[in-house]
């Protein structure tokens, strides 16, 4: 690269991607520019976002190129002090934006692999004592600490252990997972080969939905080129088929080992039999790649966020009908409507916010009354919803909460593995149900069928699927009762019809 | 040419399979590559599976069958698939669907999917690899015209 020749960054994740960033840089580097492509720094309203000398263009086209090259363009000024990030504590994506994703060279100048060295000089009791100290809890849902989980796997006697990295992210209204392996894949891998130290694990699977191929692409890179420094850890990078139940622990181990990815039933634990029978650590996306952080600043730097027994930071994923759309990560205990109408700046269609639903199609709906809610998982469990994976999906005043409830019922039918009857036959009948509700036949009666079946799937489905399906469903009943029993006089929803 | 479907499989069996790990591990990753090279998992491919992982051929076909993305015969059109979930839906998704079966007029496969990711940049599409978000009426009119 000349001198002269500008230089220009631009996200090469699938947002930026479907956004158009692919044909900008490539029109950018026939006007003369010298394009980089680094990771996404989550201003997803905003992309394709170009960066010149760190100054930020919104939605930028082919057309805009001159102005931008010659600085007339208008900007929203340096990226790094936009106030969407500059309100954010940015641990697990530190790097986001600002290097190239499969870049060895910027991972390491970045901090890269500090967390690894470290623990290597580190016996695995220690590194897991800061896990424990950190107080990190599961980032696919569940919230078991982390610490606790790995010193189990660590203590089963074995000849063979695994590292599973859960990378099946299927709720609706989450991304985060999908920008750190196409953002920051090396930081991914880094903790899966400290946690594999940790414990004494010597291969790790990265389990990735297919629905995903960039980051496929980019973990299969990533793990090759980093294959000598990671060694003699290694780590395969597996996708999925489409299923969405596989997000499940267990039905991903059945699918990693070529079965129907079918729950199992616990006990036993995968920590004591899990891949092949093996002793596992299976855990999230994120809570591996908080993991390099933790051990290179240490358990106690990262307790000191978040509140109550919810430590460290979440990236919180503002989704759906959104103004300002991306990733948000920040201590535990800010409030729901901090988030939503401060942060996200209420709805994009400019209508007002009528609820939101938390944690993906598992999670409940809340509706604006509850905004004050605290964002961390007691809070949440007081108020019977879930922050599961942390996923905020925005719906405006045009939802129509009845279908949305005959939705959740509805994906569950459809994704069911079809081990256990709740789930399997529960889901169906519940849509049956519903579809009776929706046309305003004995609404009483049915809405009493509907809570009775959501019981049921609650305490008897044997994995989440079933048993959280539920929360939209009851949620929706409880905050929006109007848009069910309004069926009984018209048929329809007195509002317009969000289908 | 399509190479033959027994050394095919073999070849990827052979890339797939570790040493120290159960054969039937590699049982996905072997439908994967069927999956891309045939366009579909035939009977057959499911007989040369079973003999090479030694499993019954109910086994593979309850597998095969229970993955969305395994097909039991090719689908000759092109496919576009439309996300359909929560973050779509409250983006409006559900208002294109008629008019995209419209002008798909049978010759493009629309199927559902259930998330891609791009939840904060809704309605979202995905043909083959290319993503393709922010969609409305128009645009997606002109992604299925494009490909029919």
New interface residues.
Partial sequence: MSAEQPLIRIADDAAALACGADTLARAFEQAGAHVERVSSWGLHWLEPLVERDGIGYAKAAPADIPAILDGSAPSIGRIEEHPFLARQQRLTFARAGKTRPLSLDDYAAAGGWEGLTKARAMRPEAVIDQMKLSGLRGRGGAGFPAGIKWDTVRLAKADRKYIVCNADEGDSGTFADRMVMEGDPYMLIEGMAIAGHAVGASKGYVYIRSEYPHAIAKMRAAAERCAAIIAPFEIEIRAGAGAYVCGEETSLLNSLEGRRGEVRAKPPLPALKGLFGKPTVINNVLTLAAVPWIIAHGGEAYAAYGMGRSHGTMPIQLAGNVKHGGLFEVAFGITLGELVNEIGGGTASGRPVRAVQVGGPLGAYIPVEQFDMAFDYESFAHADALIGHAGITVFDDRVDMAQMARFALEFCAEESCGKCTPCRLGSTRGVEVMDEILAGRDVETNMLLIEDLSDTMKYGSLCALGGFTPYPVMSAIRHFRGDFDSRSVSGEKAMEVAE | MKPVLGEYIAQSAAQHRRE???A??????I??DIQAEYGHVSEEAVREIAVL?NLTRAEIH??VS?????RKQPEERPVLRL?R???????GV?HLVNAAMTVAAGKVSIET??????????P?A?VG??????LDAERLAALIGAMA
Avoid: N
């Avoid at chain 2, 039937?24 to 990753?29: F, N, S, T, V």
């Avoid at chain 2, 229970?66 to 395994?70: A, C, E, G, R, S």
């Avoid at chain 2, 690899?129 to 922010?134: K, L, Q, Y």
């Fill in positions: 120290d790990e159960p039937r591990g590699a049982l996905l990753p439908l994967h992982l309850g597998v229970f993955y969305h993305d395994f996300c979930a929560e973050a779509c839906k409250a983006r559900e999917v259930y998330c891609l990711g791009l939840c904060s940049i809704g979202s995905m690899d290319s993503v393709h978000a922010r």
